[in-house]
């Protein structure tokens, strides 16, 4: 892996694609499985829960081509919405800087996910998780640097030896294609993902919180940096199968599809996983799968949409993780139901989601 430098601001290369909507997938056809079976491999041992209360949301869709993005804050560089093919993203032909704000104070337990598409390998995406101060790290912060072969923390007693490098061919992959970038913060616990491939866990990273997150992009005009979304959001401390018996309730934001399809993406495993795993320990335990969207769209189409979501996600556990079809019914409610109002990203993103309730 190359050498990164040390700077102020944290160094890491994203590449990219959209966050999924929260919901489900379809069981594969018999020509399907054995790429499906493949793909479930794959992804076998990730373990990443997206945070299930939206802080901060965008897809830049609501923005201006040429202009920067509304709900980030401009400090530098070159850096504007544009078209790319019928989809709105933002792009770098430089190093741009900015800020996401997410309003209070981040709180002891979050997630932050950026979906990004990068094509030069010297290509960087900077994430400066510890927050907006211009202070130096030291050793009360840490900053994550990122680029296609591998990453690297500074700060909070970590250095140069703290890189992680990623096999070439796996870093060819995913050069110039989407990827996923995931930070999930929990106190001083810090896990990082890149795609299916875990890249950091690290139980006593010390960082700052702050109201904002740094945030830098590397590109050129012949190899631009694209960035296709950004959230962040509040980890819950509930435990599914005690939230069902205390409040007869559970949300998740975990559960993703393709975008208007109710096709489950591999990133839900591990949502799915933890379950199955209460349907499998609490053999009395039956619930109702509720599909959820937000308003965009017509609303037969949403309802028909959480409908079929929901029952992709009984159809998942079903057949992949062997609970019986009889403890599982389903019900798409659309955009009836909203848990937060529609008229923002946030809120929309907010309700993306499934929920299980207690029968």
């Not at 609970?323 to 019914?329: C, M, Y």
């Not at 019900?331 to 848990?339: M, R, S, Y």
Request: proline share 4%; charged share 25%.
């Amino acid at each position: 892996m190359r050498t990164i430098k040390p700077t102020r601001w944290l160094t890491a290369a994203l590449t990219a694609s959209t966050l999924a909507m929260p919901c489900l997938a379809q069981v594969p056809s018999p020509s399907q499985s054995g790429a499906a079976k493949a793909e479930t491999k794959i992804w076998e041992n990730y373990d990443f829960v997206p945070g299930n209360r939206v802080i901060f949301f965008t897809d830049f869709s609501e923005d201006r081509v040429g202009n920067f993005a509304r709900g980030l804050t401009y400090r530098s560089g070159a850096a504007e919405v544009v078209d790319r093919g019928g989809t709105k993203v933002l792009r770098s032909t430089n190093t741009a800087q900015f800020l996401i704000p997410v309003g209070k104070r981040l709180p002891a337990r979050f997630t932050l996910e950026l979906d990004a598409i990068v094509s030069d390998p010297d290509a960087r995406a900077v994430v400066r998780i510890e927050g907006g101060t211009d202070e130096d790290r030291g050793d009360k912060s840490a900053e994550i640097s990122w680029d296609v072969t591998g990453a690297m923390l500074l700060g909070s007693g970590q250095d140069a030896t703290s890189t992680v490098k990623v096999p070439e061919e796996w870093s060819a992959r995913i050069l110039g294609k989407a990827a996923h970038v995931r930070v999930l913060m929990d106190s001083a616990y810090l896990k990082m993902y890149t795609n299916e491939r875990r890249l950091y866990s690290v139980p006593n990273l010390q960082f700052r919180r702050d109201s904002v997150i740094r945030v830098s992009i590397t590109g050129s005009d012949e190899k631009p940096t694209f960035l296709t979304s950004i959230r962040v959001a509040e980890s819950s401390t509930a435990v599914l199968y005690e939230a069902l018996a205390s409040k007869g309730r559970w949300t998740t934001q975990g559960i993703l599809f393709a975008t208007g399809k109710s096709d489950i993406q591999p990133e839900s495993r591990p949502v799915l996983k933890e379950i199955a795993s209460a349907l499998t320990r609490h053999a009395d335990l039956r619930i109702l799968i509720e599909g959820h969207t937000d308003n965009v769209g017509v609303a037969a189409a949403n309802l028909a949409l959480s409908d079929a979501r929901a029952a992709a996600v009984k159809a998942a556990l079903v057949s992949g993780f062997g609970i019986a079809a009889s403890r599982i019914t389903t019900k798409g409610f659309g955009d009836t139901k909203p848990a937060a109002p529609n008229t923002t990203t946030e809120g929309r993103a907010q309700n993306r989601r499934v929920e299980l309730v207690k029968q």
